[in-house]
């Protein structure tokens, strides 16, 4: 998911592109297999990153890098032998102008994906515990990150989530590339805490509103219930959860997936946004997720479909939030 606004690039959510149409038409006929072969090589990756880092982070009010000047940047001393690699990234990833090479959208993001460490070997961390409880049994959480995933994990109960990638104890499990984690599992857990947190509520009414926050592409929503379910002893053995129903939501475009805890999905809507306000959580981090995940739902039939029934402190009647997502007050 890309979160930043790239003012020059058009297709990355800026209105206008400041350099006009590009020169380089990307060819039409290559198929991602062949665009990805092209990338295997030390030198391209290189030309790609120091372009990003120059046009892209630098300041340089430029929108474009001389042949000479990338050329001493990647550090190839053989002219001939750089040509011939940059000239194998024209098209897709980057494309030649007036005034030099410029990094085109592919590009960046490919940049983007390596920078946030979604290629890294992922390692195995944990914090002391933070100053944050379980909605379970409020003993406090510590922060884990393993696998490429970070979950809080109650120090007490059996948590959440029993698949076998989460931690025992999960009450989480959040994709995170290890970039983004960096050591803030020791240098600033409760902030990481916050931080993986809220952009799961971020991304998570997102996919509510029926937008993938990857790709922008339409998503679908569906309620999950558990047939046979019974956590009484921990995660259900059956679903891997503890929640007896929970909204899935899935991008048609990229695929991109979740499981949800169904108020994530609407707790930027009406009645869920005052009752988060009237607990005194103002903005998504782990305080919202955790009183959302509490909020748990009774499964009912609603017009021959199930849907889920919440009964918010705030509101005197049932809520009931309906396949579709739509949401009922007082039915
Ligand atoms: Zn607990
Ligand atoms: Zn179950
Ligand atoms: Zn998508």
Redo the contacts with the bound molecule.
């Keep these: 998911m890309s979160d930043e606004v790239d003012p020059e690039d058009p297709t990355d959510g800026g209105a206008v592109d400041p350099d006009g149409p590009t020169s380089t038409p990307a060819p039409a006929d290559t198929s991602p297999e062949d665009a990805f072969a092209r990338l295997g090589n030390e030198i391209r990756l290189s030309i790609l990153q120091e372009l990003y880092e120059r046009v892209v982070l630098g300041d340089r009010g430029e929108s474009t890098v001389p042949h000479s000047e990338l050329r001493t940047a990647v550090g190839e001393s053989d002219s001939g032998k750089f040509t011939y690699h940059l000239n194998r990234l024209l098209g897709e990833f980057v494309e030649k102008r007036p005034g030099g090479y410029a990094i085109r959208h592919p590009g960046r993001e490919l940049v983007r994906t390596v920078r946030s460490g979604a290629v890294e070997t992922p390692v195995h961390t944990e914090s002391d515990p933070v100053d944050a409880a379980c909605y379970r049994c409020d003993a406090p959480v510590t922060v884990v990150y393993q696998q490429g995933y970070a979950s809080a994990r109650c120090t007490e109960c059996r948590g959440v989530v029993g698949f076998d990638y989460a931690p025992e104890g999960a009450l989480s499990l959040i994709s995170v590339p290890a970039g983004a984690v960096d050591d803030a599992v020791e240098a600033a857990p409760m902030d990481l805490l916050d931080r993986v947190h809220g952009r799961f509520c971020h991304r998570a009414r997102a996919f509510g509103d029926g937008v993938c926050p990857r790709c922008g592409g339409p998503a679908d929503a569906e309620i999950r219930t ?6 009484t002893e921990g995660p ?6 503890s929640f ?1 129903a929970t909204v899935e939501v899935r991008c048609r475009v990229c695929g991109a997936a979740g499981v949800l805890p169904g108020a994530c999905a609407v707790g930027h809507r009406s009645p869920f946004r005052e009752a988060l306000a009237d607990a005194g959580v103002d903005r998504p981090g782990y305080d919202a997720f955790a009183l959302m995940a509490e909020w748990t739902p009774s499964p009912v039939d609603r017009e021959g479909e199930t849907a889920l029934a919440y009964d918010l402190p705030t509101v005197g009647g049932r809520v009931v939030v309906d396949p579709r997502l739509d949401i009922h007050v007082g039915e």
């Design positions: 558990c047939p046979s379910h019974d956590a259900c053995e059956e679903c891997g959860i007896a």
